[in-house]
Structures are given as structure tokens and as C-alpha cells.
């Protein structure tokens, strides 16, 4: 045990109170590129996997966007679709017309205007029928959008980059800790313990679940182009 005011290449407690970190003069030569190879490429696997998960993420929320700007301009177009009310309104206006200049003097008789009104309410049936249909349609045509499932699949991707981040971050804990013990058994100059079995489990998708094709590019494409992926 190393005592108070001492210090060794273990590590302890110098005469002024200042602690002492271990020593490292007795670490292999051999194994100092090696820890620092593997800590390296622990760092690089994780900068990669976190740059990919981002990456996709961020070319998925433009695309998400465009496509639903486009459905919205397509809805929109549909809603103000062209129809045939105009056109029947505009015949009925037309035949009412020929017939005040063809017979003047019928406009007055009871039975004249008896009939008008009973071609108005049929002209204001046939325009409300109309109306029903486009709001049928419209509504069916909403329904469609709704059950087209691209949001469901937006949040599913959203889902499993999430699952991917976090599988990153574990595996860069996992791997951070066992550099840290084979490192300080290092130091102590101890024989290093197998690793303990760890229970952590990986993040994985569903069975038959894969990631959406999000990173395929068509060949020759250019890569900073949205619509290339």
C-alpha cells in the first residue's frame, strides 16, 4: 500500500498533498499502438456511423418535404377542379332568356311562372347534387392521402435511425470501457481479465425489417442532389 507523501508508478499522494496519476514507463511497447490504434478506429467507426445516420436523415426530411409540398399542389389542383355547374346554370339562364324574347307576353301568366319555379327548384336540385358528389370525392380523395401511409413510413424511418444512433453510442461505451480497464490493468501491471459478458443488448430491427434504401444512388448520379437518392 502506498502511503501517504509517496509516490510510485502506481499512482498516490506526494509530500505537498498533490495527487500523483499512475505511472506508464511500465507499459509495453507493443501494446501503447496498439490501444491507440484501436481507440482510433473506435472513434472513426463512430464519426462514421453517426456522419451515415445523420446523412439520412437530413436527406429524408427534403424529401419528405418536396413530396409533401407536391401532394398538397396536387390536392389543392383537385379541389378547384373544374365542374358543371357553371355550364347547366349557364344554359338555364340562356333558355330562360329565349323564352322572355320569344313570348313577351307569357312572362305574366300564372301558370308561366308556376313553371319557372318549378325549373328553379329542379335547376337548384341538379347544382346541389352536383355539390354532393365533389364532396364525396374530395373526401375520399382526402382518405387516400391519409391511408397512403407516408407518414407511417417517415416515423419508421425516423425510428430506426434513432435505434441506429443509439447502437453507436453504446458500442463506442462498450468499446471505451474496455480500453479503459486494459489500459489501468496495463499500468498496474496485471494480467488483463477477460471481458465480462455484458448485458447489453443490441438494438436490432424487427424480424424481416430493413432499413430503407434511403443511401442508393443511381449510377453516375451526382451525390449532392437530393432527387439522386
Known sequence: MIRDGSASQFG??????????PGRSN???AFQPTILRVW????ASYKSQMSRVLRNVRIHREQFMLKFSKKQQSYLTFLHRLDQKQEILHNFVREFNEFSDEYPDLREDDQTKEELHQRTDVLSDELWEIVEDRKEQNVEERRKIMESGGVE??????TNCAKQLMQAELDKFKISVQLLQDYYHAIEDKILPDSPQANISELAFAENEEPPPIEQ???????????SW
Do not use: R, T, Y
Open 12 to 21: 498516490g499522494v506526494s509530500a505537498s498533498g498533490v495527487v500523483v496519476p
Open 27 to 29: 507499459i509495453e511497447d
Open 40 to 43: 482510433k478506429e473506435m472513434s
Open 153 to 158: 413510413f417517415s416515423l419508421n424511418f425516423l
Open 217 to 227: 444512388k443511381a449510377e453516375g448520379a451526382d451525390e449532392n442532389l437530393v432527387e
